[in-house]
């Protein structure tokens, strides 16, 4: 991997620390409404599987990028390695992806709760996410 700026991995860090955090409350919100959901239906535990590791997946990313902040900053008293940065960096982009797609797979199975026809709709709005989602990336999947 080329050496990153670290400038470049504030920023970077700063704005998923934010959106991550939000996108982990609202992974928490869905976990929380379908485990307190009692049907028999299948798709409930796949529901409940997505929610719990979009929300892991997107707190991992969380502190990862908080974690990349502290260490970045000019006036840190220690020497820090840059395989640290690296591993870091690595977790805030892959629990931000992990999370964030499996955030989209919870939201695209919602639907099966309803009805056949809404469940093939919320999964066909999912799916384009998804795609939107990796084509648009610069971090892909």
């Not at 050496?3 to 955090?21: D, K, R, T, W």
């Not at 960096?89 to 992990?98: Q, T």
């Amino acid at each position: 991997m080329a050496e990153i700026n670290p400038s470049y991995i504030v920023a970077v860090a700063e704005q998923l620390s934010f959106v991550c955090a939000f996108l982990a409350g609202v992974s928490i919100t869905i976990l929380v409404t379908i485990v307190v959901f009692t049907s028999q239906k299948k798709s409930v535990s796949w529901i409940v599987a997505s929610a719990a590791i979009a929300a892991c997946s997107l707190l991992i990313a969380v502190i990862a990028s908080w974690r990349l902040i502290i260490i970045t900053h000019p006036e840190l008293p220690m020497d820090v390695e840059p395989s640290v940065i690296k591993v870091l960096w690595a977790s805030m982009l892959l629990g931000y992806s992990a999370g964030f797609l499996s955030l989209l797979i919870s939201i695209g199975l919602s639907g099966w709760l309803r009805s056949k026809k809404t469940g093939i709709i919320t999964s066909s709005i999912a799916f384009v996410a998804v795609l939107f989602f990796v084509l648009a990336t610069p971090f892909g999947v």
